[in-house]
């Protein structure tokens, strides 16, 4: 599922045929490579694209030239390629050359789309009741976040009595590490030191802004890849009426491991008070080339007798049974939950595994594209 997007179209016109045999002087035996038919590719501002995605030459002598292939008008694309700048309509012209010194080029639409509300957007069956696609906001703040849907949840947990979360987190987070950029939020995970702590990020909640009991909670997000990352698309209970974690319950749409590529769950939490809790959860192992690192929808379904989670179009797993102590089912996923966005370092969820001071020689982002939530009509 992906945002509503206005083309804005700006045809870079390319004098070149698909798959041309440039130097057939050089082509001895006649044979030249020959590429495979190629889809076209989409984009969108602010994402990354790998525009080799689904590039196959072949040559009867040669054999698999696909590693050989080049682009030669990089420079004609949408801004820096991979990360897109500009909107519109481009050709991406490939070549690649045998060893007879056959040159083939082969050509590919590329349409990079800008971003509109997802917000006037709707699906069969339900109301939307909370949407945020990060666009322009009358309530925003300095770092453009809408301020009467989320708040700045800072600090190492210990205003809660939980120092690193109650997970062994080794990051303390701050309002600095969140901020909105063209549509998109980006929490950012930092390499500093602070309030005795190594690492910086961001957390976000919709506490006392916004909660609900059932409906469809989704989320685009793209992950961060590297050792010791923890991101994180999840729930926990406005009132907590039952009792203490777990006992009123708590809900992950998405949890990820930033050292597995292609792996991402969600899970229940649930029963009594720790220690006496517990939990079920279901994963989902993406293809090659579509893994955290690129956008996917996070999403649950959740009624009185079962939640479903997606990603993307994909049920991954379904919980039907649960409790908590001294109280009936569906207890306690039978009140409200809020939102919660953050990026952990480190914590018991992957071994307390802490990443190596290198990653952060580049920006370690989780980018989300809109947070969105709907209720059952009657």
Same mark, same amino acid.
């Given at each position: 599922?992906?945002?509503?997007?206005?083309?804005?179209?700006?045809?870079?016109?390319?004098?070149?045929?698909a798959?041309t045999?440039?130097n057939?002087?050089?082509?001895?035996?006649?044979?030249?490579?020959?590429?495979?038919?190629?889809?076209?590719?989409t984009?969108?501002?602010?994402?990354?694209?790998?525009?080799l995605?689904?590039?196959?030459?072949?040559?009867?002598?040669?054999?698999?030239?696909t590693?050989?292939?080049?682009v030669?008008?990089? /420079?004609?694309?949408?801004? !820096?390629?991979?990360?897109?700048? !500009?909107?519109?309509?481009?050709?991406?012209?490939?070549?690649?050359?045998?060893s007879?010194?056959n040159?083939?080029?082969?050509?590919?639409?590329?349409?990079?789309?800008? !971003?509109?509300?997802?917000? /006037?957007?709707?699906?069969?069956?339900?109301?939307?009741?909370?949407?945020?696609?990060?666009?322009?906001?009358?309530?925003?703040?300095?770092?453009g $976040?809408?301020?009467?849907?989320?708040?700045?949840? !800072?600090?190492d947990?210990?205003?809660?009595g939980?120092?690193?979360?109650?997970n062994?987190?080794?990051?303390?987070?701050?309002?600095?590490?969140?901020?909105? /950029?063209?549509?998109?939020?980006?929490?950012?995970?930092?390499?500093?030191?602070t309030s005795?702590?190594?690492?910086?990020?961001?957390?976000?909640?919709?506490?006392?802004n916004?909660?609900?009991?059932?409906?469809?909670?989704?989320?685009?997000?793209? $992950?961060?890849?590297g050792?010791g990352?923890?991101?994180?698309?999840?729930m926990?209970?406005?009132?907590?009426?039952?009792?203490?974690?777990?006992?009123?319950?708590?809900?992950?749409?998405?949890?990820?491991?930033g050292? $597995?590529?292609?792996?991402?769950?969600g899970?229940?939490?649930?029963?009594?008070?720790?220690?006496?809790?517990?939990?079920?959860?279901?994963?989902?192992?993406f293809l090659?080339?579509?893994g955290?690192?690129?956008?996917?929808?996070?999403?649950?379904?959740?009624?009185?007798t079962s939640?479903?989670?997606?990603?993307?179009d994909?049920?991954?797993w379904e919980?039907?049974?649960?409790?908590?102590?001294?109280?009936?089912?569906?207890?306690p996923?039978n009140?409200?939950?809020?939102?919660?966005?953050?990026?952990?370092?480190?914590?018991?969820f992957?071994? /307390?595994?802490l990443?190596?001071?290198?990653?952060?020689n580049?920006?370690?982002l989780?980018?989300?594209?809109?947070?969105?939530?709907?209720e059952?009509?009657?």
């Open positions: 599922m992906k945002k509503n997007k206005i083309i804005m179209m700006f045809l870079v016109v390319l004098a070149l045929s798959c045999e440039t057939p002087e050089q082509g001895a035996t006649g044979a030249v490579p020959v590429f495979s038919e190629m889809d076209d590719i984009g969108y501002v602010g994402e990354n694209v790998n525009i995605e689904g590039v196959l030459v072949t040559d009867q002598e040669d054999g698999d030239l590693d050989n292939v080049g030669s008008n990089l /420079n004609d694309l949408a801004g !820096n390629v991979p990360v897109l700048t !500009n909107s519109g309509e481009y050709i991406i012209e490939y070549l690649v050359t045998d007879d010194g040159e083939v080029r082969a050509l590919r639409v590329f349409t990079v789309l800008t !971003n509109t509300s997802m917000c /006037n957007t709707s699906i069969e069956g339900m109301t939307m009741t909370f949407c945020d696609d990060f666009l322009d906001s009358e309530n925003s703040d300095a770092s $976040l809408d301020t009467t849907k989320w708040t700045y949840q !800072n600090g947990g210990s205003q809660f939980i120092p690193g979360w109650g062994n987190e080794k990051q303390y987070y701050q309002e600095d590490n969140s901020y909105v /950029n063209e549509g998109f939020l980006y929490i950012e995970a930092k390499l500093e030191n005795g702590y190594n690492y910086t990020s961001g957390k976000l909640v919709t506490e006392d916004f909660s609900q009991t059932y409906g469809r909670f989704e989320a685009r997000i793209k $992950l961060p890849l050792d990352l923890w991101p994180a698309f999840w926990l209970p406005e009132d907590s009426v039952y009792g203490g974690w777990a006992r009123s319950g708590e809900i992950d749409i998405m949890e990820a491991k050292r $597995l590529e292609n792996h991402a769950s899970a229940i939490h649930y029963g009594g008070s720790w220690p006496n809790n517990t939990y079920q959860s279901g994963s989902h192992d090659d080339g579509e955290i690192d690129t956008f996917h929808v996070y999403a649950v379904e959740w009624t009185e939640i479903k989670w997606y990603f993307d994909t049920l991954v919980a039907t049974s649960w409790y908590s102590e001294g109280n009936e089912f569906p207890a996923f009140q409200d939950f809020y939102l919660v966005l953050n990026l952990a370092i480190g914590g018991n992957d071994g /307390n595994i990443p190596p001071d290198s990653l952060f580049d920006s370690v989780m980018v989300v594209d809109y947070v969105r939530v709907f059952y009509n009657d």
